[in-house]
């Protein structure tokens, strides 16, 4: 049983507990692999940013998070794993989504937490828009995030 | 009854989060649904449902445009997803 | 230019200090990967860990860690990457060694935080040993690691 | 002179963990260090100098068995990495 461990939210979040915390609940973790996404200082073009705002669809988020933290834990020996989404107004720098996979080896732990994140950008209702100084613009998707998550498909 | 929400670019653009529709006997599909308010709401909702990578759930689970909607059902629309 | 920091120290470390250090060095950063490894409570055998011990070749491990790091920062465009690694006697679910890599990217920084590790584990002179109740025992390496650093070699 | 170093389970196996040579002048590669001291230092140390998986280096520097070894050089001899 791989434990599983979900949250959204408008508080900002600390990577190094959010560590702490996932490997104290571990007992056979060899190795843990994070990712932290960070809100950029700078828009595509260069302009300094404002704020981000993340909007979700509650209930569907929490959802179909939990869907992709499954499917991980079915295609990897991971002992534990946990997502952190942030949603709302978030200032430059700020982290906006932390994942974290606890494993026994390195190997799994990377690529179940890479999956997670290939398939948060791709399959979970969030959507980003930015302010800068010319006003507020929503970001549009990445074909290369809708490639990287096709990798994992026939894997 | 169903419930419609409306997510992200897309509810800016038709100014709308979220409508009720309680007549619902002949809407008995996503693709109905859509044609439904593509011709009762004008053309800026028309454009906007009617974009080749609008994103479709029911009750909460991404379908593609010929599932199956029954009374009672949350649908939402909304563009392709930006987190993490 | 890639930031790049080499540690070797026998004190515990703080996987969310090393994190908030790395990040704040960057300037257009969107994405932390970092890598921990844990000192195992059992060894391979299931008995349990007393201690685990990490000899180096000093002069010559902070020079092969460079120069993987230099390696890494050749391959992938990553803003700041750094490892820490301890030495001495560490007890059961210490921290052993971590790595951070900081990119605009998600993909490269994924990519180099599993390059570095895989080649500390076979290019870095760190030699392992466990006591358990049994005694001390070195431990051998693994195949798995060598064949991992091997895949590598070809991209 | 030529400094030897031993590392990790190899050290330990024959007892030392460093030694110097001071009379070189033959010892111009590492395979014939490893020979003079299988030879001079007994079946321990030939055993232990002779694994196949033995790893060695010159100035801190990983190289083949054929590699050149000059007057002032650092020499090393220990089992594979098993850091990280």
């Known amino acids: ?15 190094g507990s959010l560590q702490f915390t996932l490997f ?5 973790t060899g190795g843990i692999v994070t990712f932290t996404g ?10 300094p940013l404002k704020s981000l705002f993340l909007e979700h669809y509650p209930g ?18 991971i002992e534990s794993i946990g997502v952190v989404h942030r949603v709302g107004w978030l200032p430059p720098k ?12 390195r190997s799994e732990a990377f690529a179940s ?43 | 009854m169903i ?7 897309l509810r800016d653009t038709i100014s709308s989060d979220s409508i009720i529709l309680e007549e619902v006997a002949d809407l008995d599909s996503v693709e109905k649904i859509r044609m439904y308010l593509s011709e009762s709401r004008g053309s800026i909702w028309e454009e906007a449902l009617n974009q080749s990578n609008i994103v479709i ?10 599932a199956v909607v029954c009374d009672g059902d949350e649908v939402a629309f909304f563009p392709p997803m930006t987190g993490g």
């Not at chain 1, 569907?60 to 020996?77: C, G, Q, V, Y």
């Open chain 1, 1 to 15: 049983m791989t434990a599983m461990m979900v949250r959204l939210q408008e508080e900002l979040f600390d990577p």
């Open chain 1, 24 to 28: 104290s609940e571990t007992r056979k």
């Open chain 1, 38 to 47: 960070y809100v950029r200082a700078i828009d595509s073009n260069g302009i």
């Open chain 1, 60 to 77: 569907m988020t929490e959802k179909s998070i939990k869907h992709i933290l499954s499917d991980a834990a079915d295609r990897w020996d």
């Open chain 1, 94 to 105: 700020d982290p906006i989504v932390w994942v974290g996979s606890a494993a026994a080896h």
């Open chain 1, 113 to 155: 937490c890479e999956f997670v994140m290939d398939y948060l950008k791709t399959q979970a209702p969030f959507w980003k828009k930015e302010e800068t100084e010319e006003g507020v613009k929503w970001i549009d998707s990445h074909h290369s995030d809708e490639a990287r998550a096709a990798r994992w498909a026939t894997s």
């Open chain 2, 3 to 9: 419930k419609i929400f409306f997510f992200g670019r």
């Open chain 2, 57 to 66: 759930s029911v009750n909460q689970v991404v379908v593609s445009t010929d």
